[in-house]
């Protein structure tokens, strides 16, 4: 118990990490990678009438400020900078911007009444540029002005890299198949913790990690990635490899409802695709016009790598739907089968305390006939031979219905054994048992109870299927080895064996409802008793189960 709370532990923190490793990746495409420089002022004053000036401070930046005038600013520019842009907003405002004494920038900027942003200006600036910056600014109208002017530098590459992260069109389809990666993900290991994992899960969840990393890296990593990174990720083999992982997951899951359901959603998407192509056709939309450059266009032209994504997007995206379905299915499945299981153990349970009570009344039935022993043996002295007769009779027959082979001093197999065997008899079916067990085993009546009389109900279900009685036989056995209770059984059936999915054999029933609750129940006991159910059968319709319980001390 502790080991599977551990595992389970384990698997939601990876899940979590994987999470958080997903976010993070993506991130890195949403922000830029280096700083925006500002340009501190590091003398502002206010310039009055008269010409006097009254220094102010700029430690706040606000766009409707209390002070009204001529100001005048002044800072420096760094040395060393790249080619870029000198930015500063200009509304409301009469300004003029010198460069060491130099005039590049003059302005007189009135904002239209409603207008949602402000005025801005972008003056480039050649690499090295470096030097003494001084702003004249004048209020025009103190709503909606920048004060005091926000000034910062911008290279070249930076304002690439913010268009590209502002502007990111692999966002939507890399998200999709983050998301794809990270349910497919959960769903392998909630499979896992369930003791269902599902391995063909591997390679699509490297098919959707590859898609998310290769759409995003291919048109836009240089600006986010060291180029050593970009180069590795946006090699062409990762496609190869996208491409290669589908294979094996479709490879994998080649089952008959798998491909049926994968079938119906395939010619719904093709509906849904030719249908929205025909709207956009009709509303002369951008559908339509991506379909004939991007689709038509590469099959005439030959270059098919937009065709490939889109085709590993989409096998990518409704796998992962189909395996987080089947996996929903597969609990209710299990769910089901342990409602039935419990039910059907309830049932054994009944049974087994019914024999049990109807042994019980046996007991007394012979310890009467002690009394009765006792009452012939006074007619015989008396010699009234009439009645005497008639008890012998009436006991006789008493005793015919109450007559039991014992098979073990071990209460709970004699009494199953004892029905078994009656049940067997009354259906012309051979039954052979050999038993060597201790009158106390120290396994739990309701674990010995279920797994024995679900092996012989099977046995006896098999036997039925037989239509020659000739032909039908139960053997089995049981007995003590070295600490285990080794449990034997073979029998004859005359029904095809059905097997799940998994090819495991689920029942031999000509009734499929039942699916196979006994087997299922056996295999949990064997497991909880450190063994493992070995079940084989001969190409002469001979069955055979047995297992080696190792037996607590």
């Given at each position: 118990m502790h080991r599977k709370q551990l595992q389970n532990w384990c698997s939601l923190i990876l899940f979590f990490l994987l999470c958080a490793a997903v976010i993070w990746f993506l991130h890195l495409f949403s922000v830029d990678n280096g700083k925006i420089l500002h340009i501190d002022w590091t003398s502002a004053v206010q310039v009055h009438a008269d010409g006097t000036e009254t220094p102010i401070y700029t430690d706040t930046l606000t766009n409707d400020p209390d002070l009204t005038?001529?100001?005048?600013?002044?800072?420096?520019?760094p040395n060393d900078l790249p080619d870029g842009t000198l930015v500063f907003e200009t509304s409301n405002a009469e300004l003029t911007l010198w460069?060491?004494?130099?005039?590049?920038?003059?302005?007189?900027?009135?904002?239209?009444?409603?207008?949602?942003?402000?005025?801005?200006?972008?003056?480039?600036?050649?690499?090295?540029?470096?030097?003494?910056?001084?702003?004249?600014?004048?209020?025009?109208?103190?709503?909606?002005?920048?004060?005091?002017?926000?000034?910062?530098?911008?290279?070249?590459?930076?304002?690439?890299?913010?268009?590209?992260?502002?502007?990111?069109?692999?966002?939507?389809?890399?998200?999709?198949?983050?998301?794809?990666?990270?349910l497919i993900v959960g769903v392998f290991l909630l499979g896992l913790s369930f003791g269902q994992a599902n391995l063909s899960l591997l390679p699509l969840a490297l098919s959707a990690l590859g898609l998310t990393v290769y759409n995003m890296v291919i048109p836009m990593g240089y600006y986010f990635l060291p180029a050593s990174v970009t180069e590795v990720l946006g090699n062409r083999m990762v496609g190869v490899v996208i491409l290669l992982s589908l294979l094996v997951y479709l490879i994998m899951n080649r089952r008959r409802d798998f491909l049926k359901r994968f079938a119906v959603i395939a010619a719904c998407s093709f509906t849904a695709l030719l249908v929205f192509c025909l709207l956009s056709f009709l509303q002369e939309g951008k559908l339509i016009a991506y379909v004939k450059e991007a689709v038509m266009g590469a099959l005439f032209n030959g270059f098919y790598d937009s065709l490939i994504y889109w085709l590993s997007y989409w096998l990518t995206l409704v796998c992962a739907a189909l395996s987080a379905y089947e996996l929903s299915?597969?609990?209710?499945?299990?769910?089901?089968?342990?409602?039935?299981?419990?039910?059907?153990n309830q049932l054994l349970m009944n049974n087994y305390r019914t024999l049990q009570e109807k042994t019980r009344e046996q007991s007394a039935m012979r310890h009467e006939i002690r009394h009765h022993l006792t009452a012939l043996e006074s007619l015989c002295k008396s010699q009234d031979y009439e009645q005497m007769s008639e008890l012998l009779e009436r006991l006789k027959g008493e005793n015919e219905k109450s007559s039991h082979h014992t098979f073990t001093e071990n209460e709970t197999l004699n009494i199953i054994l004892q029905d078994i065997a009656q049940r067997a008899e009354k259906e012309q079916i051979s039954f052979t048992p050999r038993i060597q067990v201790p009158t106390?085993?120290?396994?739990?009546?309701?674990?010995?109870?279920?797994?024995?009389?679900?092996?012989?109900?099977?046995?006896?279900?098999?036997?039925?299927?037989?239509?020659?009685?000739?032909?039908?036989?139960i053997r089995f056995q049981i007995k003590m080895v070295h600490g285990f209770l080794a449990i034997?059984?073979?029998?004859?059936?005359?029904?095809?064996?059905?097997?799940?999915?998994?090819?495991e054999l689920q029942t031999t029933k000509k009734d499929t409802d039942l699916h196979g609750f006994g087997l299922h129940q056996m295999n949990r006991i064997a497991e909880k008793y450190h063994s493992v159910l070995s079940i084989s059968h001969t190409e002469d319709s001979v069955f055979l189960i047995q297992t080696a319980l190792k037996i607590p001390e």
């Open positions: 005038g001529t100001f005048l600013f002044s800072g420096e520019l460069l060491n004494d130099l005039e590049i920038y003059h302005s007189n900027a009135s904002t239209a009444e409603n207008s949602p942003g402000m005025a801005q200006a972008s003056i480039p600036l050649p690499a090295g540029t470096s030097g003494t910056l001084v702003m004249q600014y004048e209020i025009l109208d103190e709503t909606n002005v920048m004060f005091p002017p926000y000034l910062r530098f911008l290279s070249d590459f930076y304002s690439e890299i913010q268009s590209a992260a502002a502007t990111n069109y692999a966002a939507l389809p890399a998200g999709a198949c983050a998301l794809a990666f990270l299915l597969s609990f209710v499945r299990q769910r089901t089968e342990t409602q039935a299981t419990a039910i059907r106390k085993l120290n396994i739990p009546t309701d674990d010995l109870c279920s797994f024995v009389m679900n092996m012989l109900e099977n046995a006896l279900d098999g036997c039925l299927s037989v239509p020659d009685p000739k032909d039908r036989f034997r059984c073979e029998n004859s059936y005359g029904n095809d064996l059905i097997k799940n999915e998994q090819g």
